[in-house]
């Protein structure tokens, strides 16, 4: 298989893993420590959440990475990129969900990945408040709470499939794909709207059949293919688009391979 | 006011939540031994899932309050009601959200509820695997976790506020409405869609600034109103209902007063 990850050998994969995983233990500190003391809440410019939590993880897992691979990238949420042009680049949400953090609910996450030439090398998402972690490596298998991760996806009558939504707000912020929104939600309506990583968690994990995430960041999707993949499903990526003033933007099927292929459909 | 409830005094109201908290921290621990030694699922014949940890809870919980209060009534999800015509009727869903409750997602909670002749005197949702309480007395607050709740519920950009929906199939589950959940999911399109009880509790903390719940059980909405009205927000009934072969089903909107009149002029 014509794939550069092969490339690099097992032992290094694992070595990326492991600061992977230092990485979401400090993310964990920095955020429970925050959260204990009270966190300062802004909205940005385009509306959304920051909170000095955010910007605290950030700096710290970018001084992480840059103390030990300083010829990787970094590419984040709320600060410019670092090496861009390496074929090693970190790619982290420090606080996936920070509306939700901010007003104490407990599905907000940590996003971290290691991409090597545009592909997943390694994936971690990590809930804080939740004492939950997903971590998979390529070609080394999905974990929750140091478990491996072998969902069963078990048989759901037509019609009760649990599949995970973005809100419509994801189908209507950069153009009006509204009406992408309602053949979704009609055509699943067992669904449920997080508006956080935890959805991809449960995807991951089997606790949900299938997950939609509609335009969207490339942090915010970094470590979901890996694993959904590598706990045996399937990640289409349904749309890549470019937008002027505000970069790329990513919209993604996954789960269950027969009904990522029915939801793909609905959205392409 | 010519409400039957202020009849009854603090010392007695007191004493029905004290009963009621004992109640939650049984249900904790069935549902917390349950979890530890693995759970039988079951789907219903309506589809919807039943554990063996849901009839646990239920005939343990019925069992204390008719021990406690042997002239009082008892309307539960998985039996039938006790003491159908008695003044003072105890509500539970031993376990809302079964469906994610099964899949270890932990938003799921269990539901209890004192109400005098049909109105809630007494209202907790307990998240076990959360370690989350809201708990409301008739005149007395809301609280969670046993601090006093007031929430801010702060201003909100419009477009932006933070709503808490049924999912549609809610909204096609009895009678085919959903255009109702297309309209509101349009007019707030930051919602999220939790399918549990986590959802009310987010509103009565003031995590969310206000919920829609359609086409549910009493049980469903049997602790809610309450504790929305005792944090300072409003409850309003949008639709009552009695289906043959199913029973009394309700609709409801609660939160932030100037939201919930909006949310039930689109479900009128």
Redesign the interface.
């Known amino acids: 298989m014509n794939d550069a990850r092969n490339g690099i050998g097992r032992s290094e994969t694992e070595a990326y893993l492991a600061h992977a995983m230092e990485l979401a233990d400090e993310a964990r500190r920095v955020i429970r420590a925050a959260r204990a003391r009270g966190v300062r809440i802004e ?1 940005k410019p385009d ?1 959304t959440f920051v909170t000095s939590a955010d910007i605290e993880v950030e700096t710290r897992l970018r001084a992480l990475v840059l103390a030990r691979y300083p010829d990787h990238g970094v590419i984040g949420e709320e600060q410019a990129p670092s090496n861009p042009g390496a074929d090693f680049q970190w790619i982290m949400d420090p606080i996936d969900g920070t ?2 953090f901010a ?4 599905t907000f996450g940590c996003i971290l990945a290691l991409h090597y030439r545009g592909q997943p090398l390694v994936g971690v998402i990590d809930h804080p408040a ?1 004492d939950l972690r997903v971590n998979a490596a390529y070609g080394l298998g999905a974990y929750r709470n140091g478990e491996r991760v072998r969902p069963a996806w078990p048989a759901t ?1 037509a019609g ?1 499939e ?1 599949v995970m ?1 973005s ?3 994801n189908f ?1 912020r950069y153009m009006d794909d ?1 009406h992408l ?2 053949a979704v ?2 055509a699943f ?7 956080t990583c935890f959805a991809h968690t ?1 995807v991951a ?4 059949d299938a997950g939609v995430e509609y335009h969207d960041r490339p942090w915010d999707l970094a470590a979901s293919r890996l694993l959904v993949e590598e706990a045996g499903g399937q990640f289409a990526l349904v749309r890549d688009l470019a937008l002027p003033g505000v970069g790329r933007i990513l919209s993604a099927v996954f789960g269950r391979p027969a009904l990522v292929e029915r939801l793909a459909a609905l959205l392409r």
């Open positions: 909205r509306g509306e939700d007003f104490d609910i407990p939740l009558p009760a649990r939504l809100a419509r707000a209507t509204g929104f309602d939600a009609r309506p067992n669904h449920r709207i997080y508006r449960c994990i089997g606790a949900a």
